[in-house]
């Protein structure tokens, strides 16, 4: 449960009243908040303004968050709903209406986020994983995403490294990533669901459920 | 497809793709967000819409062909122990708080500007101009009550 450990340990902490909490939390579901209004092809200052509705709404929403899991699909919501208002063009809603609010599917593929929640916290977790490198491993990484891609030679000039260590810290460097806690919890996510799902599915054929799987733990 | 399933090119496409994401984030997006904080109030109850008269309206207007809303704009804000009535003129905001008492209020902007709102003896005031923008009405009794209307948005 990823989001045990840190989205909900953030609430937990911004309902205490710290207020570091309260701005990683802004920061960790910015991306997901503008990839919503992206979808909306909102303009920018219609953007900004969906932002600070949704944070509003977050704000009040916070003492009544039970399932902080639930969180990024709140905030999904939150933020299509608002995207819509501003796309319809009305105006003048009430935000007590918008708190702790669900929406119910509307059936128009173009308007379902969950997509873009599911994106957003795998890229969250990558990016967690990637800021628990040391800086060192970090601007290699970086270096090796470059665009246009950098001669290894190059690389090793600019960190002041040997050439041939480049490759197996690479190497380290991704398998660290991997053992992330936040990563590994993407996958032990997503072996729980398939697991869910499956059985629902054997359950609703009239099989005999099977014993769940215990999933891969670390 | 999981981290597990990942090679390692494409781990580093999602660690790419991550972070050019976060970096997308207009930063006054960011900077919004953290400026709300600001508006916490812990320990204040909320007033929530209970009654607007444009509801009303729109909901008559269902039912009659012919629309006579040159009627002035109300609202009503509770909570468990104050209620905030509101009434939109064209030139000012006017309000009454019940039970009638004497209170000290502010209207807050969501850009985080405060103004103090002058009550009289019976509850009674008046904010002018009608505020443009998003706002909330927050309220602290003599017997230190203290409750924030939801976000009003004229």
Redesign the interface.
């Given at each position: 449960m990823a989001d045990d450990g840190t989205v909900g340990a953030l609430v937990r902490r911004a309902r205490a009243g710290d207020q570091e909490a309260w701005n990683a939390l802004v920061e960790r579901f910015s991306p997901l908040v503008t990839a919503v209004c992206r979808r909306f092809t909102l303009a920018e200052t219609d953007l900004l303004d969906v932002g600070q509705s949704v944070w509003l709404a977050l704000l009040e929403h916070l003492d009544d968050l039970r399932e902080a899991q639930a969180l990024p699909g709140w905030i999904a919501t939150t933020t299509r709903r608002e995207c819509l208002q501003v796309v319809s063009g009305r105006g003048g809603r009430q935000r007590s209406e918008l708190v702790g609010e669900f929406d119910v599917p509307s059936g128009d593929p173009a308007d379902d986020v969950t997509d873009l929640v599911v994106t957003a916290d795998r890229q969250a977790a990558l990016r967690e994983a990637f800021r628990s490198l040391s800086p060192q491993h970090q601007q290699l990484l970086l270096l090796l995403l470059h665009e246009p891609p950098l001669p290894y030679v190059e690389i090793g000039r600019r960190l002041g490294i040997a050439v041939g260590s480049i490759g197996p810290t690479r190497g380290r460097c991704i398998e660290r990533l991997r053992a992330h806690p936040a990563v590994r919890a993407l996958t032990e996510q997503r072996t729980e669901q398939r697991t869910e799902q499956r059985t629902e599915q054997e359950a609703a054929r009239g099989a005999r459920t099977t014993t769940r799987e215990t999933g891969r733990h670390r | 497809m999981?981290?597990?399933d990942?090679t390692?090119e494409e781990?580093?496409a999602?660690?790419?793709?991550?972070?050019r994401?976060?970096q997308?984030?207009?930063g006054?997006?960011?900077d919004?967000?953290?400026a709300?904080?600001t508006?916490?109030s812990?320990d204040a109850e909320?007033a929530?819409?209970t009654y607007?008269s444009?509801l009303e309206t729109m909901t008559e207007q269902l039912v009659a062909t012919r629309s006579e809303s040159a009627s002035l704009r109300s609202l009503t804000y509770a909570s468990h122990n104050l209620t905030i009535e509101l009434e939109v003129t064209p030139d000012a905001l006017l309000g009454q708080i019940q039970p009638a008492q004497s209170a000290r209020a502010e209207l807050a902007a969501?850009d985080g500007a405060v103004i103090p709102i002058q009550v009289d003896d019976v509850g009674w005031f008046t904010v002018r101009p009608v505020p443009r923008s998003?706002f909330r009405i927050s309220c602290t009794t003599a017997d230190g009550v203290r409750v924030v209307t939801?976000?009003?948005?004229?």
């Amino acid at each position: 449960m990823a989001d045990d450990g840190t989205v909900g340990a953030l609430v937990r902490r911004a309902r205490a009243g710290d207020q570091e909490a309260w701005n990683a939390l802004v920061e960790r579901f910015s991306p997901l908040v503008t990839a919503v209004c992206r979808r909306f092809t909102l303009a920018e200052t219609d953007l900004l303004d969906v932002g600070q509705s949704v944070w509003l709404a977050l704000l009040e929403h916070l003492d009544d968050l039970r399932e902080a899991q639930a969180l990024p699909g709140w905030i999904a919501t939150t933020t299509r709903r608002e995207c819509l208002q501003v796309v319809s063009g009305r105006g003048g809603r009430q935000r007590s209406e918008l708190v702790g609010e669900f929406d119910v599917p509307s059936g128009d593929p173009a308007d379902d986020v969950t997509d873009l929640v599911v994106t957003a916290d795998r890229q969250a977790a990558l990016r967690e994983a990637f800021r628990s490198l040391s800086p060192q491993h970090q601007q290699l990484l970086l270096l090796l995403l470059h665009e246009p891609p950098l001669p290894y030679v190059e690389i090793g000039r600019r960190l002041g490294i040997a050439v041939g260590s480049i490759g197996p810290t690479r190497g380290r460097c991704i398998e660290r990533l991997r053992a992330h806690p936040a990563v590994r919890a993407l996958t032990e996510q997503r072996t729980e669901q398939r697991t869910e799902q499956r059985t629902e599915q054997e359950a609703a054929r009239g099989a005999r459920t099977t014993t769940r799987e215990t999933g891969r733990h670390r | 497809m999981t981290p597990d399933d990942w090679t390692e090119e494409e781990l580093l496409a999602e660690l790419q793709a991550a972070l050019r994401a976060e970096q997308e984030v207009p930063g006054a997006l960011v900077d919004a967000g953290k400026a709300v904080w600001t508006w916490r109030s812990v320990d204040a109850e909320l007033a929530a819409l209970t009654y607007d008269s444009a509801l009303e309206t729109m909901t008559e207007q269902l039912v009659a062909t012919r629309s006579e809303s040159a009627s002035l704009r109300s609202l009503t804000y509770a909570s468990h122990n104050l209620t905030i009535e509101l009434e939109v003129t064209p030139d000012a905001l006017l309000g009454q708080i019940q039970p009638a008492q004497s209170a000290r209020a502010e209207l807050a902007a969501r850009d985080g500007a405060v103004i103090p709102i002058q009550v009289d003896d019976v509850g009674w005031f008046t904010v002018r101009p009608v505020p443009r923008s998003p706002f909330r009405i927050s309220c602290t009794t003599a017997d230190g009550v203290r409750v924030v209307t939801a976000w009003i948005d004229l």
